[in-house]
């Protein structure tokens, strides 16, 4: 396993990233999902018929149900992490 920094780690140091690591990928998810939504929003803007309007709208509806998942994975992640690292 490697650092931060990318270099490898002692073994006693792999336990105390453990939780970091499930931390960043929860955090990845977590933008890449909002990234998301906002891609919809955007072209919400633009759209020019009441099909891609409902089209678009429905998107953002799945976005948003997604975010919630990748919100609350968040959540547990980072209480997780927090209790490992006290």
């Not at 650092?3 to 990233?17: S, T």
């Not at 803007?45 to 994975?73: G, P, S, Y």
């Amino acid at each position: 396993m490697r650092g931060p920094n990318g270099y490898a780690c002692p073994p006693v140091e792999q336990e105390k990233l453990e939780p970091w690591t499930d931390l960043r990928k929860a955090r990845h998810d977590l933008r890449g999902r909002m990234n998301a939504l906002m891609l919809c929003v955007s072209a919400f803007e633009v759209v020019q018929t009441r099909a891609e309007a409902i089209e678009f709208l429905d998107m953002m509806d799945r976005a948003c149900d997604k975010l919630i998942v990748a919100l609350n994975k968040f959540e547990a992640v980072s209480d997780t992490s927090i209790d490992k690292t006290e």
